[in-house]
């Protein structure tokens, strides 16, 4: 596979930062992932829109240009030749003189890996809340360390995925937006403190047309009473819940607003 | 300069991380920082102790024991050959195959660097008080987000260092621990939900001889009544606060009980 470091595209074996940098020193950095099909990048612009705003907001500077990205993602992909994959583009805080504060020149790098994602419209999973507020809601940063931490106590509850919830006000998954159906077919999802999802975007759009949709707080007592729930990622598209904290939802099976949602996602992503 | 990459000393300029790292990857990691005087290291095994203790607590596995990376210690600051010196030891989350989940093997580098600590007496600084608190405070994880994104704040505002408050509660500076000095003569510091300070530790242990010290909650009540204030560190030794938000604390020089402090472990560190 080839990877782009900074202008150059190459092997990703030879892809190494020096130890100087901000994200090895210091765990600062900023990324985003995106996803082609048939060879394709899927919602490219809006997925640049974040990049180069999760850099402004950590106060990044980013040499290349968005046209000057973009071309280099282009060849990358023509020259990885992956009809689907998750194509990750990481900037850091660079090689930083005094291991502290961020570089004059970041560095960037564009990954691309096989990755071909589930259509299986029957699966579905459990999550467990977890009390905590991302830092930085609002920018795609490096910070996982708390996902990362709590794998092996979500392995010991047996879900599949963690809900961060601050002091019972709903917020988002690690990696994917949350969403519920209440008993009036409502769809809602976390307004505040979060990482607006590309998925999610497209959502909020393409579901006005067939369901009343709503963006505002959500407590744990709207997660109660939830009929459905759904998360919704570049890499999961819209995945159902049907099982939070051991609590089985709905009848444990995907329900009817989330399977027509994921019905004409589907049609608007693969056609 | 010599460096540490696992078990391997090497040029400076060879060390390099692939950038499936974990700490490239999701800025996950912790280190240590201590420092050689006179070729010798400080409080080498207190740092270990944290060290060790840092990575459990982010689930991180260390490769080499601790008599291990003793001896490798000792080798590479032999090689190095600077009388004084600041030397790092970083553990990271190692080459992820799926880029989220912790390797089985974590990554470790040592840096050393030539580094003098200003011993002038009548140096002293000034805070801005901030409302964060450290995610997984016991810990010296990578996490300085916050901090590294606060200084161009800093600088605007005119002052050299963050003092952190959860809701008003003191806590830490980014790097360094925090203490004052009441209406009594009595050396108060945070006690909880901080990262507990090697130099802070050592405060503690002498400075009961001569004063009263007590670690308890202090809140921004306590300093606004404090009559001197310093922060502690491995880098900065014992540093006179006499400004905070750009209030002025006593005549703006620093104190009595800090001038007595900072001749104590002076003595106690340098002989």
């Known amino acids: 596979m080839y990877v782009l470091l900074n202008n150059s595209i190459i092997a990703e074996e030879e892809a190494t930062l020096k130890i100087s940098d901000l994200a090895i020193q210091r765990g600062y950095g900023i990324f985003d992932f995106l996803k082609t099909v048939g060879g394709k990048p899927i919602f490219l612009e809006d997925h640049l829109d974040r990049f180069y705003s999760s850099a402004e907001q950590m106060r990044l500077p980013v040499k290349l240009s968005r046209t000057e990205l973009t071309e280099l993602l282009y060849m990358l992909i023509e020259k990885n030749q992956l009809a689907e994959s998750g194509v990750r583009i990481t900037l850091t805080g660079g090689y930083s003189p005094d291991g502290f504060n961020i570089a004059a020149a970041s560095n960037i790098i564009v990954t691309q890996q096989d990755f071909v994602i589930n259509r299986d419209f029957e699966?579905?999973?459990?999550?467990?809340?977890?009390?905590?507020?991302?830092?930085?809601?609002?920018?795609?940063?490096?910070?996982?360390?708390?996902?990362?931490?709590?794998?092996?106590?979500?392995?010991?509850?047996?879900?599949?995925?963690?809900?961060?919830?601050?002091?019972?006000?709903?917020?988002?998954?690690?990696?994917?937006?949350?969403?519920?159906?209440?008993?009036?077919?409502?769809?809602?999802?976390?307004?505040?403190?979060?990482?607006?999802?590309?998925?999610?975007?497209?959502?909020?759009?393409?579901?006005?047309?067939?369901?009343?949709?709503?963006e505002r707080e959500l407590t744990m007592d709207d997660l109660r009473h939830a009929k459905e729930a759904f998360i919704s990622?570049?890499?999961?598209?819209?995945?159902?819940?049907?099982?939070?904290?051991?609590?089985?939802?709905?009848?444990?099976?995907?329900?009817?607003?989330?399977?027509?949602?994921?019905?004409?996602?589907?049609?608007?992503?693969?056609?």
């Open 123 to 214: 699966k579905s999973i459990g999550l467990m809340t977890y009390d905590y507020q991302r830092q930085f809601a609002s920018a795609k940063t490096l910070d996982y360390l708390k996902a990362i931490w709590l794998q092996p106590v979500l392995k010991e509850k047996g879900e599949d995925d963690i809900l961060y919830h601050d002091n019972g006000v709903l917020r988002e998954c690690p990696r994917a937006n949350f969403f519920l159906i209440n008993e009036k077919d409502e769809i809602l999802t976390s307004k505040s403190n979060i990482l607006k999802g590309v998925t999610r975007k497209h959502i909020l759009k393409f579901s006005n047309q067939n369901f009343k949709i709503d």
């Open 233 to 271: 990622s570049t890499t999961k598209n819209i995945l159902p819940v049907t099982r939070v904290d051991g609590r089985v939802l709905g009848d444990g099976t995907p329900g009817p607003v989330t399977r027509a949602l994921m019905k004409q996602f589907d049609k608007y992503v693969y056609g």
